[in-house]
């Protein structure tokens, strides 16, 4: 029986398009070499280094020489091109009467800045409200798919991964903790709807 839901953040929760930033970052006059700085990503979304750090590493993968943070940690944020979805936090309500809601994403101090701003002070406290508890990777230092985040939520908070569901976009992220024991819904953006989950998490009940 499901008693826990791990929910990812971007994409699932809330709308995502990451063609937006690199489009956003083209126009700013970005090189190839760009995209090939997954590990800068991957550090920053660790906490491994500072925004102001990140945005300086940034720079030298522009044909311009000089071009503003400011301009650069728009373009970050262009993939969260919407406000927190309204309909969203009165959902999380309804699922919070009968499990334990958590958050787990892999994010950054630029991307969760702007949400803040974007939903405002209200909005944005009464959305995390509504989990028992909330992991940024940059804030504890480990990103998924790595096993070891999924661990962590599960010992913290005493949850046995066959009474756990977790929803995320992302196919590695869901492999990890299915192989860990927890069951999972590989979330498709342009086809799924996160509020269809009553009606998943029934197939799982029955």
């Known amino acids: 029986m499901i008693k826990n839901i791990i929910f990812d953040f971007g994409a699932v929760l809330i709308p995502l398009d ?15 070499s760009l995209k090939d700085q997954k590990k800068l990503f991957h550090k920053y979304e660790t906490g491994g280094i500072e925004t ?23 373009a970050w944020n262009a993939m969260l091109y919407t406000a927190l979805p309204g309909e969203i936090i009165d959902s999380l309500k309804k699922w919070k009467r009968d499990y334990r809601l958590f958050l787990l994403s892999n994010t950054n101090d630029l991307h969760i800045s702007e949400i803040k ?16 508890k909330v992991y940024y990777s940059y804030e504890i ?17 005493d949850l046995e991964a066959e009474e756990t569901f977790y929803v ?9 903790a299915k192989k860990l024991g927890i069951h999972t819904w590989h979330f498709d953006p342009l086809e ?15």
């Open 18 to 32: 990451e063609h937006k930033t690199w489009e956003s970052f083209r126009k700013l006059g970005a090189l190839d």
């Open 52 to 74: 102001a750090d990140f945005l300086k590493k940034l720079q030298p993968h522009f044909f311009r020489k000089k071009i503003f943070p400011g301009d650069l940690a728009k």
């Open 117 to 132: 701003s974007v939903a405002g002070p209200y909005d944005y406290g009464m959305f995390v409200q509504q989990f028992e």
């Open 141 to 157: 230092g480990k990103r998924k798919p790595s096993p070891d985040i999924f661990k962590m939520v599960l010992e913290d908070n």
């Open 168 to 176: 995320d976009d992302g196919k590695k992220n869901t492999s990890t």
């Open 192 to 206: 799924d709807s996160i509020h269809d989950l009553d009606k998943v998490l029934s197939a799982h009940h029955s």
